[in-house]
T-cell receptor, first 113, second 110 residues
């Protein structure tokens, strides 16, 4: 099976812009979670989608949003980018949840100038 | 508040030496605990979880509820064990919301 894929792998944006990141889960997986990884804060949970519904949400401002499509692919959007949004954004997929192993993608490296 | 603490940023050992990566947690309830590993230039991947009680690549971890710890151990380190190790637990809302520790880099020297 192909693993979790994320596009693009690298992005450079300027402050105030918005960005959309994409995640394609492993075939058959219905849950997609997003994490932000920074040197200062480490790995932090953003949100999780299951069957096109947000099931869990982390402690991030409303500028961070996401959605999931009927084929389980997910996107996350960050509006009005700030310098502090520079990070590696990881997505992970799992079959359903409730104890299923999460499989991580390679991440999208976002740099905000 | 739910929190995972990994007190060591770097653990440096020689090949064949025992390894113990420490993890302490704070959680009001019964957590599900995990160890994730990231080898150089590879993705973050699950190493083991406490409910499985498995030994993966020679690593084991025991949940100690009294000390709220979930330390990762291996009796004889190998050079290929060099990686970043993250302890994590499930936060409120279910298994797919992971709370990670800051991570410990394990360096195994020949």
């Amino acid at each position: 099976k192909a693993g979790v894929t994320q596009t693009p792998r690298y992005l450079i944006k300027t402050r105030g812009q918005q960005v959309t990141l994409s995640c394609s889960p492993i075939s058959g997986h219905r849950s997609v979670s997003w994490y932000q990884q920074t040197p200062g804060q480490g790995l932090q949970f953003l949100f999780e989608y299951f069957s096109e519904t947000q099931r869990n949400k982390g402690n991030f401002p409303g500028r961070f949003s996401g959605r999931q499509f009927s084929n389980s692919r997910s996107e996350m959007n960050v509006s009005t980018l700030e310098l502090g949004d520079s990070a590696l954004y990881l997505c992970a997929s799992s079959l359903v949840g409730g104890g299923d192993t999460q499989y991580f993608g390679p991440g999208t490296r976002l740099t905000v100038l | 508040a739910q929190r995972v603490t990994q007190p060591e940023k770097l653990l440096s050992v020689f090949k064949g030496a025992p390894v113990e990566l420490k993890c302490n947690y704070s959680y009001s309830g019964s957590p599900e605990l995990f160890w994730y590993v990231q080898y150089s230039r590879q993705r973050l991947q699950l190493l083991l979880r406490h409910i499985s009680r498995e030994s993966i690549k020679g690593f084991t971890a025991d949940l100690n509820k009294g000390e709220t710890s979930f330390h990762l151990k291996k009796p004889f380190a190998q050079e290929e064990d060099s990686a970043m190790y993250y302890c994590a637990l499930t936060g409120p809302g279910g298994y797919n919301k992971l709370i990670f520790g800051a991570g410990t880099r394990l360096a195994v020297h020949p």
